[in-house]
Each structure stands twice: as C-alpha cells, then as structure tokens.
C-alpha cells in the first residue's frame, strides 16, 4: 500500500475512533450524571430531613400535638415539621400519610422513608438506615428506635417514598 493511502486509512480509523470516543463520552454525560445527580439529591435531602429530626431529641410526646410547634410533637406532627422543614410538606396525621409518595416494600427502605405501625395505620416514623427509625412516642419522647426489635418489627405495616 502507498503512503498516501495509508495516511488516509489512518485519519480515517482514527476520525471513527474519535468519534465513537465522543460519542460514548456524550451518552455518560447526558445519562449518567442526571441519575447520579438526582440519586445524591435525594439521599442529601434524606439526610437534612433526618438531621432536622435528630436536632429534637427528647422532646416530649404528646398526643394531638399542633402542627408547627416544636415544644412537643405527636408521630405525626413530628414527622410533617422534619418533612416540612426541608420543602416536603406531607398530610397531617399518620393516615393520610400513609397514603402520599410511593410505596416500598420493606427490603427496599431508604433513608429518609416514611415507615407506618398498626392496622388501622396510627404511628409514623422516619427511616434513618440500618435498621434505625426516627419518630416520638411515649415517656422518652423523640428517639430513635430499632425497627428490628420485636416490638417494631411485629407491628410493622408499610411504608411510603416521599422523597424523589
């Protein structure tokens, strides 16, 4: 083959493979990163709405709480302020919260995860990771629990995706 025929044929397999370079790099940046993005959003907001849970440790529990007030909280209203706080805003009690986002099935719990006890539904709690639930009940106050303990684990329902 000539010279000029092979620094052709070079150009050309080189133009090919610069393109094909491109192009895959193109398909990376346009996919890719959005899921990457949206994926850390989420788990960033997960992780705000679980530190604005976390910062009322202890507060009391009480019934019919109001909605807003952070001198005490009911499941519920605890819940809504933490969602609240960080531009979710979520139904009032545990019910009707049962019933916004998506559901999820128990092996597929996030952070940030609203979890639901009893049937009907009358307690909320936020799912922290590893097994760990945020959420206000009793004597203790907020607190932070383990959902695989029996008591949790047994009273179990459902749970629901607010965070996209």
Do not use: E
């Amino acid at each position: 083959m000539n010279t000029l025929k092979r620094n052709r044929l070079s150009k050309t397999l080189l133009g090919i493979t610069l393109s094909f370079s491109l192009l895959a790099a193109g398909n990376m940046a346009l996919g890719t990163p959005q899921a990457h993005a949206a994926s850390v959003s989420a788990s960033s907001t997960a992780n705000n709405v679980i530190a604005t849970g976390k910062r009322f440790m202890g507060v009391r529990y009480q019934f019919g709480a109001p909605s807003g007030s952070t001198k005490s909280f009911d499941c519920s209203s605890f819940t809504q302020y933490a969602f609240k706080q960080n531009g979710i805003n979520i139904p009032r009690s545990s019910r009707q919260q049962s019933q916004v986002g998506t559901y999820v099935p128990r092996s597929q719990l996030k952070p940030g995860d609203l979890v639901f006890f009893y049937s009907p539904i009358h307690h909320v709690g936020i799912y922290m990771g590893n097994g760990k639930i945020l959420h206000t009940f009793g004597k203790g106050g907020v607190t932070i629990s383990d959902l695989n303990s029996s008591w949790w684990s047994s009273h179990y329902t459902t749970a629901r995706r607010v965070i996209n």
